[in-house]
């Protein structure tokens, strides 16, 4: 087997295949939200919030005969289930009316034998509105942008504006690729896509800085190289480094995953994804997006400056 030279690996001579690839991308996440739209959880659509506390350790068993006993009672699934805390069992749904909740409460108190005594009640119901999913909502969109701008910012301050630019466009990628997961395998978007989102554009950021770190680096060593070619050795170099970290990882996060609830899987799932996306674009997005918007006249004063010095 042929070894790669990452020394001499030329990315800018694949850049119009990994633009088509990216754009590709692009057009499909905007037909799977066409075609499958996003499976929203009660804290966007607002609904009924049902918490079972059991007394005891719940198992994965309890969760299923929990979600089997909530079909047969209101003739419908929940959009959610997960077990929290040590005992108890959340379940979220659509709205509910005062027949719906007491029959679920007497059949829950019924299958899972239920203490009620002292007047406890080990089952509670709590309603989600329109206007705190909204403010959900809002949460996301704001949140998202506001962490966008501040690195927009940063990395203007540290490099300069078109390679923010560059950074911004991968990030926007990652975070396309995490929804993509999220409507094409309809996992339930909940409050917890905040903490993804901001997760995958903290993680990506870094493995793109320490790229744009390698190129500010040769630029300020030799003014006069070709801004393509640094583009080219600042990948090579950064290559092992990034596939390292990324792998160890995937490696800690796909064990929580194996390992975890099925709260805790619909939340690290998406995140293996945005890894994935996020070494992608890191690596062989980034550094041609950054040579693509140079200006000409940065290219030709370059140029100017190198027949000068000869």
């Known amino acids: 087997m042929k070894r790669i030279n990452l020394d001499t690996f030329d990315i800018i001579r694949h850049k119009k295949l990994i633009f088509s690839i990216s754009i590709a991308f692009?057009?499909?996440?905007?037909?799977?939200?066409?075609?499958?739209?996003?499976?929203?959880?009660?804290?966007?659509?607002?609904?009924?919030?049902?918490?079972?506390?059991?007394?005891?350790?719940?198992?994965?068993?309890?969760?299923?005969?929990?979600?089997?006993?909530?079909?047969?009672?209101?003739?419908?699934?929940?959009?959610?289930?997960?077990?929290?805390g040590e005992s108890q069992i959340v379940v979220k749904s659509t709205e509910l009316n005062a027949t719906n909740r007491e029959a679920l409460q007497t059949a829950i108190v019924e299958k899972f034998k239920l203490s009620t005594m002292e007047g406890a009640s080990p089952i509670s119901f709590d309603n989600i509105g329109g206007s705190v999913s909204k403010d959900i909502q809002r949460s996301v969109i704001l949140s998202t942008i506001i962490a966008i701008v501040l690195m927009l910012v940063y990395i203007t301050f540290r490099f300069e504006l078109k390679s923010a630019l560059a950074a911004i466009v991968c990030l926007t990628l990652n975070v396309i690729a995490m929804l993509l997961f999220y409507s094409v395998f309809q996992i339930s978007v909940n409050s917890n896509l905040i903490a993804c989102i901001l997760t995958i554009l903290g993680y990506s950021i870094n493995n793109t800085i320490i790229v744009f770190d390698r190129v500010?680096?040769?630029?300020?060593?030799?003014?006069?190289?070709?801004?393509?070619?640094v583009i080219n050795t600042s990948v090579s170099k950064s290559f092992t480094r990034t596939l390292n970290s990324s792998i160890t990882t995937l490696l800690t996060i796909t064990m929580i995953y194996i390992m975890g609830t099925p709260s805790v899987r619909n939340f690290t799932l998406p995140l293996i994804i945005g890894i994935v996306a996020g070494f992608f674009t890191s690596i062989y997005l980034a550094g041609p997006f950054w040579s693509l918007i140079r200006s000409k006249k940065d290219t030709e004063k370059t140029q100017k400056m190198k027949k000068i010095k000869i």
């Not at 500010?216 to 070619?229: G, H, T």
């Open 216 to 229: 500010r680096e040769i630029v300020k060593s030799d003014p006069m190289a070709d801004f393509n070619q």
């Open 26 to 84: 692009v057009l499909f996440f905007i037909a799977s939200v066409f075609l499958f739209g996003f499976n929203l959880d009660v804290d966007f659509t607002g609904g009924a919030t049902l918490t079972v506390d059991f007394g005891r350790a719940t198992t994965v068993e309890d969760s299923d005969a929990l979600e089997t006993l909530f079909k047969d009672t209101v003739q419908f699934a929940p959009s959610s289930i997960q077990r929290t």
